[in-house]
T-cell receptor, first 114, second 111 residues
Framework: DGGITQSPKYLFRKEGQNVTLSCEQN?????MYWYRQDPGQGLRLIYY???????QKGDIAEGYSVSREKKESFPLTVTSAQKNPTAFYLC?????????????FGPGTRLTVT | GQSLEQPSEVTAVEGAIVQINCTYQ??????LSWYQQHDGGAPTFLSY????GLEETGRFSSFLSRSDSYGYLLLQELQMKDSASYFC????????????FGSGTQLTVLP
């Protein structure tokens, strides 16, 4: 079955530590996205990538970094510079840039930083 | 920038019809998408309107009026499993055709 996997489902870290969230897709999609969701809120775009070795900042990129070395993988690093990192992080993909209206989401990683 | 408004909560009974409205302000509008998200789960794509009019997919329909900067999601024959959050999301030139999501509408379906 094709889909998007994110691991782990729950992640706990101490303040000041960097943490990397995994996102893998086997849908053969070109575009991938990272969103952050806070309780009772919509999704906010952190970073997106339309092709391997290229990525763009979204609305809230500060304190985050990404890489796109392979088509299937788009890991997100939450750095210690992110002031309020506790949130639900969702990875998504779409066929391409022109199909961004229809995105497929992974199950998410719930990050808690104390 | 972009802004979207949708009601925070809607309640309806099983078997009824409910309409979730979404108004938006954007620059260079491309289209309006709708997503469903159950508690703690992943959002799933429901529909997309790039042009004015009604799109129907089973019990769900979505409508767009570009001149009014307005759209809605219509859910018919409500079922308990339809209890979820529903998000409208605009795709526009101002955000390089990426999606900007509304804050979501929590739909509760009562027996």
């Amino acid at each position: 079955d094709g889909g998007i996997t994110q691991s782990p489902k729950y992640l706990f870290r101490k303040e000041g530590q960097n943490v990397t969230l995994s996102c893998e897709q086997n849908l053969n999609h070109d575009a991938m996205y990272w969103y952050r969701q806070d309780p009772g809120q919509g999704l906010r775009l952190i970073y997106y990538s339309q092709i391997v070795n290229d990525f763009q900042k979204g609305d809230i990129a500060e304190g985050y970094s990404v890489s796109r070395e392979k088509k299937e993988s788009f890991p997100l690093t939450v750095t210690s510079a992110q002031k309020n990192p506790t949130a639900f992080y969702l990875c998504a993909s779409s066929i391409g840039r022109d199909s961004s209206y229809e995105q497929y989401f992974g199950p998410g990683t719930r990050l808690t930083v104390t | 920038g972009q802004s979207l408004e949708q009601p925070s909560e809607v309640t309806a009974v099983e078997g009824a019809i409910v309409q979730i409205n979404c108004t938006y302000q954007t620059s260079g509008f491309y289209g309006l998408s709708w997503y469903q998200q159950h508690d703690g789960g992943a959002p799933t794509f429901l529909s997309y309107n790039g042009l004015d009019g009604l799109e129907e997919t089973g019990r769900f329909s979505s409508f767009l009026s570009r001149s009014d900067s307005y759209g809605y999601l219509l859910l018919q024959e409500l079922q308990m499993k339809d209890s979820a959050s529903y998000f409208c999301a605009v795709r526009d030139a101002g955000s390089a055709r990426q999606l900007t999501f509304g804050s979501g509408t929590q739909l509760t379906v009562l027996p």
